[in-house]
């Protein structure tokens, strides 16, 4: 049509008989010259702009600061002219018009107009309150072409009551501030133009009481590309691009409208229909934008084979008539999660229809609001968020399909669906209920022949494919029976005209759907359905009559979902587990009863219970009938749930009922839990608060700080290796550093159980005692069932005890050859920390062997054993001191029977001494610990008073009371009479003897051969080195004493220090004759250091676990078991010594008969030669003869 007008122009100006052709020059030119400038045509405008007239412009820029009118002139043309660029292929003008003064053109019933091949910049002609570069008013047969309009203050072309064919071609309108094109009461054709705007609120076409064609064209960057706005204008737009831009079409009131094979890109909304008759949207792309298509008050719409790609919302239709979406793609690519992206919205609609469509990767499909009738056919929901939101409305979906929704796939709130053909619900979830289908006061009539498959689809919490809830009637449902009561309907309905009640043609099939909560398949279906509480959607015009009554159950293609679990409704009754056990209204004893303390809860196990006797969660109201109001609400889940209600207004009773049965017009055979509960007085160690009305901590225990109570488990919270308990009078009593071997590591404890602070069977005040029928031990701080059979142990320990003696005896192994020595005190300090360095159970094979070589050089008896039934710590106490007296005893025996039996005599003439002196050291650890064990005091923190002393080791008894004094004396008697003496003797005996002569000090003579058996092998400047080793245990000892809190940390770090220094010491300066022996001794001082060094690191460093307690308990009998076997080869040893000088006694009788006196004196030299006497008495050496000792030995003998 455009170029037929073009022919048609150019045959008319051929024809006309004279043509008037003008030369116009941008540039000053000889005056007789035929070009002038343009502004010499102006200014005699009446003689030069006539009919019939052509002006061509010569190239370059033409200044007009006028206005040029041409009124009531015809065939009349102005012609750029145009440039080859032979070089760039291209063709281009370069006939600008420059306009200044508010100069421009105004064309005024012209007819055959023509402008071609020229740019106008800046052209403004002022009209009432706006502004235009070319105006045509009145005009017909014009053509506009190759035209650039420019910085335009207004309106770039205003076009007024052009009656037939204005046509505007290939042009460009660039920066205009208003409308580039502005067509009133107008036919225009645009085609293949471009419309490029950088001012804010512009406009490409704007169209009022007109018919506007355009095609081809471009709108970039403008406010609104083109508006419509008027009932009688026509707009028809072909393959047309709008880009970048505010709204590309407005439409308000036209009368009819088509958009055809046109793409919208980048804009903020695409076409915006506003009251129209009739719009078409055909073949149309729209991309990345806000609204694609917006209808309001609508007639009629249809939008046909159109694409939305990241696209908000694609189509929004409100308050029209009709909306008709065929054959569309909605795809939301890749708009952010953060924008809510919908394929369809309609509200208060009359009609809308979606066929052929396809929805994809939208957070909304469709959301149909309010619209009164809604056709879905043959169309794909995939991967949506939620493919649809109906409400309020009657929808029917036909041959539909609906795969993977992150959010159910129809959410449908008081909607009627009619659901008919092959529909399928695949691989959907849903972040709530309803995987499927949400359906909320809402009906599904399924009309036959149908087919509807619910797969793979899930919720978070109910109905993994329906979840249908009511909590009224659909304002837009009729109820058939307005005689009954009302009642939920069944949420499905048939119409199956040729089915029967067992063989219908409506199927439903459901597989691998599942339900976090309750109801894998459905939730809220009632099975029971018949037609006095049927509904029907108005639009289907279906008599009652006709509605036919099916069994769901033969509906159901896949009787398994009816398994347990698989169909579930709202809970009707809360039960509660008692005892393992579900109990549910009513109950046979009417109400549970409870009772508990201020500031606990009440805790009881619940759930809820469905119509199918199914476990499904629910809101629970509580109801307190001392304030007839709900106190709280909790939620049940699909396991019992343990739940606390606060009392807080004294005794009450409460009703548990569920969200079904309170505040809800719906009837349900409603059941509810009855509980009374009572408050008691404060327990044991609790006093009431009377301003929080909780129980907290007795003023006691409130004023010690390591001390908190919590009356909700009823506990009290103290440091690890404390003990809280009441003690013999009543009185609550605190001591922080309970003894670890007796007390466990508990962090808080119930004070009706306070032995539960106890480890090993104990009870009592700081677990000092044995629990009822149990005995205290030997060989371990445990409590044990003994009997009184247990006191024949004392024959085989009195047979032990002789044994050791006769062992010393016969091989000699004593401190007089300095071998013993250091590994009795390496056993002692052993012994003294066996609790970590011989952490062994009863049952531990190879560490217990370990414990018991240590222990007999300990003079213990090395196992765990009873010695009468109801042995406690006092008991024991006393027996610790029988062994050593026993011992020491049997060698004194043995003293006194060798000065009346020459046998006895010669049997033992070599070894008593050194064997009582090796017992005497034997002795001293065992009595130095039952000294310090009689001596421990602990200082209670008590109710009503200030401190309670208690002896540590067994808090029943009061320390240095009635009971505890006696053990005390004995105490003191040991101390000052053996203990203090002798590391007195063995630390300042070699200086005594040097001053033995005097008779102050001549006592010291007569201890002589005692004195001699413990310096014999030490170098005589390191004879008090057995003083050292005592003074050693002693501090060693004490600080294990001190060491209250159970933390091995302070002792260790004494062990390591003392013994480093004595190993420093022995390296040093030798200390022994032999240095066999100083290697062995070091050989243990660097053991126990290592022993010591691995506790104090393991303490502080390394992290305390069962693998690492394990290795460490494996290092400690390793270190502990070389010590040993060095032990028992020097044994060994020794036990061959003595076997081969049997054999060398045992030689023929006349060799031994000649043996001479000096022979036999021999024979006493030697035993007297390893006693090596340090000194005369008066300072001065003495020889090596052994004789000098003869009359002594023979003495004692």
């Excluded at 022949?449 to 919490?461: C, D, E, Q, R």
């Excluded at 005794?651 to 839990?673: P, R």
């Excluded at 602990?938 to 006696?966: C, R």
Aim: proline content about 3%; charged content about 10%; aromatic content about 12%.
């Amino acid at each position: 049509m455009e170029l037929f007008a073009i022919l048609r122009l150019l045959l008319m100006l051929f024809l006309v008989k004279k043509v008037c052709t003008f030369c116009i020059s941008a540039e000053p030119i000889n005056p007789a010259s035929e070009c002038k400038q343009f502004k010499t045509y102006i200014l005699q405008s009446s003689v030069y702009f006539q009919s019939n007239a052509v002006f061509h412009f010569l190239p370059g820029i033409h200044v007009v600061s006028s206005l040029l009118a041409v009124n009531q002139v015809n065939n009349i043309s102005f012609i750029g002219n145009v440039v080859q660029d032979w070089a760039n292929g291209t063709i281009h003008q370069d006939t600008i018009i420059e306009c200044h003064n508010s100069s421009g053109f105004i064309f005024n019933g012209t007819i055959n107009l023509t402008i071609t091949n020229l740019t106008f910049i800046g052209c403004s002609i002022q009209q009432q309150d706006t502004y235009s570069s070319l105006v045509f008013m009145n005009v017909s047969d014009v053509l506009i072409d190759d035209v650039s309009i420019q910085n335009s203050p207004g309106y770039g072309i205003f076009v007024s009551l052009a009656s037939r064919h204005f046509f505007i071609q290939e042009s460009l309108f660039f920066n205009i501030s208003s409308s580039a094109i502005y067509c009133m009461n107008s036919e225009v054709n645009i085609s293949t133009s471009v419309f490029v705007f950088t001012v804010q609120n512009s406009s490409g076409l704007i169209v009022i009481n007109a018919t506007t064609f355009v095609h081809s064209s471009v709108f970039s960057g403008s406010l609104l590309g083109v508006g419509v706005h008027s009932e009688y204008s026509e707009l028809y737009i072909y393959n047309s691009l709008f880009e970048n831009m505010g709204t590309a079409l407005e439409i308000a009131h036209s009368s009819h409208s088509v958009i055809s094979l046109s793409t919208f890109n980048s804009i903020k909304s695409g076409i915006n229909d506003v009251a129209s008759m009739d719009t078409m949207i055909e073949y149309c792309n729209f991309t990345k934008m806000g609204r694609a298509v917006q209808a309001t008050k609508s007639n009629y719409l249809l939008v046909h084979n159109c694409t939305f790609m990241e696209i908000i919302i694609g189509v929004y239709a409100r308050s029209g008539l009709n909306v008709t979406i065929s054959d569309v793609l909605f795809d939301g690519g890749q708009i952010s999660l953060t924008v809510l992206n919908i394929g369809v919205i309609a509200t208060e609609m009359e009609s809308i229809s979606v066929r052929s469509s396809k929805f994809s990767s939208v957070s909304w499909g469709m959301a149909l609001i309010d619209t009164v009738h809604s056709t879905i056919t043959s169309s794909s929901f995939t991967n949506n968020e939620n493919s649809g939101l109906f409400q309020l409305g009657e929808v029917n979906i036909t041959d539909c399909i609906f795969t993977n929704y992150s959010n159910s796939a129809i959410y449908a709130i008081s909607t009627s669906i009619a659901i008919s053909g092959n529909t399928s619900f695949l691989n959907g979830h849903s972040l709530d209920d309803g995987g499927a289908l949400y359906l909320s006061n809402s009906v599904v009539t399924l009309v036959a022949p149908t087919n509807i498959i619910f797969v793979n689809n899930s919720a978070l919490l109910k109905g993994g494919a329906i979840y249908t809830e009511y909590s009224s009637l659909p304002n837009n449902v009729r109820h058939y029976n307005d005689s009954l009561s009302l009642t939920i309907p069944c949420f499905l309905q048939f119409i199956d005209p040729y089915g029967t009640f067992e063989n219908p043609n409506i199927r439903l099939y459901f597989a691998n759907n599942k339900a976090d909560e309750s109801g894998s398949t459905i939730y809220g279906l009632r099975l029971e359905c018949d037609l006095s509480d049927s509904f029907v959607p108005y639009y289907l015009n279906i008599d009652q009559n006709v509605l036919t009554p099916i069994n769901i159950l033969k509906v159901i293609s896949n009787r398994g979902i009816l398994d347990a679990g698989q169909i579930a409704s709202d809970p009707i009754a809360v039960c509660v587990i008692d005892k393992g056990q579900l109990q549910c209204p009513p109950f046979s004893l009417g109400v549970y009863n409870f009772s508990f303390y201020p500031g606990q809860t009440m805790s009881m196990s619940f759930v809820t219970i469905d119509e199918y006797n199914g476990v499904t969660p629910t809101i629970v109201y509580v109801h307190s009938m001392a304030t007839f109001a709900v106190v709280d609400t909790f939620r049940t889940e699909k396991t019992p749930l343990v739940h606390n209600v606060p009392l807080k207004h004294g005794n009450d009773t409460f009703s548990y009922i569920t969200e079904a049965g309170i505040g809800n017009s719906v009837v349900w055979k409603n059941t509810f839990l009855p509980v009374t509960v009572q408050i008691l007085p404060c327990p044991f160690g609790f006093t009431l608060n009377n301003e929080t009305n909780v129980c907290v901590c007795n003023p006691f225990l409130a004023s010690l700080p390591p001390i908190r109570c919590n009356i909700t488990d009823e506990r009290i919270y103290s440091p690890l290796q404390s003990w809280v308990g009441n003690i013999s009078d009543g009185r609550l009593a605190f001591y922080e550093f309970c003894p670890y071997e007796l007390c466990a590591e508990t962090a808080s404890v119930h004070l009706s159980h306070q032995d539960d602070q106890c480890r090993n069977n104990r009870i009592g005040v700081m677990c000092g005692g044995c629990q009822a029928n149990l005995s205290e031990v030997f060989g371990k701080p445990l409590c044990m069932k003994c009997s009184d059979w247990s006191l024949f142990m004392i024959i085989p320990f009195a047979i032990m005890g002789i044994a050791l003696v006769a062992l010393l005896l016969i091989i000699n192994l004593t401190v007089s050859n300095g071998v013993i020595d250091g590994f009795i005190f390496y056993a002692n300090i052993v012994k003294l920390n066996s609790s970590y360095f011989l952490p062994i159970t009863i049952s531990d094979g190879f560490t217990s062997t370990l414990f018991a070589l240590v222990a007999w050089l300990n003079l213990d008896l090395g196992i765990v054993t009873c010695f009468y039934n109801g042995m406690s710590i006092y008991g024991k106490m006393w027996l610790q001191f029988v062994f050593p007296a026993y011992v020491l005893c049997l060698v004194g025996v043995i003293v006194v029977v060798g000065r009346y039996s020459a046998t006895v005599s010669k049997l033992c003439r070599y070894s008593v001494v050194p064997v009582l002196v090796t017992l005497v050291l034997l002795c001293f650890t065992k009595l130095l610990s039952n000294v310090i064990t009689i001596f421990s005091a602990a200082y209670l923190d008590v109710e009503k008073g200030k401190y309670l002393p208690v002896w540590q080791y067994n808090g029943n008894v009061a320390f240095f009371t009635m009971k505890h004094i006696p053990l005390f004396v004995v105490g003191l008697v040991v101390t000052f009479f053996f203990i203090v003496p002798y590391i007195l003797l063995m630390l300042f005996s070699p200086c005594l003897r040097k001053v033995s002569h005097l008779k102050v000090t001549s006592w010291i003579n007569t201890l002589k051969p005692f004195l001699d058996c413990y310096e014999a092998p030490f170098l005589p400047k390191h004879r008090f080195w057995t003083g050292i080793l005592l003074i050693a245990r002693v501090v060693i000892s004490i600080a294990k004493a001190l060491n209250l809190s159970g933390k091995d940390s302070f002792n260790m770090f004494i062990t390591i220090t003392v013994v480093l220094c004595m190993l420093v010491y022995v390296a040093r300066f030798g200390v022994y004759k032999s240095w066999v022996i100083s290697t062995i001794e070091m050989f243990l001082y660097i053991n126990l250091i290592l022993l010591s060094l691995f506790r104090l690191l393991f303490q502080n460093i390394f992290s305390s676990n069962q693998k690492s307690e394990k290795a460490l308990a494996v290092t400690y009998s390793l270190g502990v078991g070389s010590a040993v076997i060095i032990f028992l080869g020097i044994v060994i040893h020794r036990v061959y010594d003595l076997i081969k000088k049997f054999k060398d006694a045992s030689a023929p009788v006349a060799e031994n008969n000649e043996q001479s006196d000096g022979a036999k004196i021999d024979d006493v030299n030697y035993a007297l030669y390893e006693l090596k006497p340090a000194s005369n008495g008066v300072g001065t050496e003495t020889t090596d003869d052994p004789r000098q000792y003869r009359e002594v030995l023979l003495s004692i003998n």
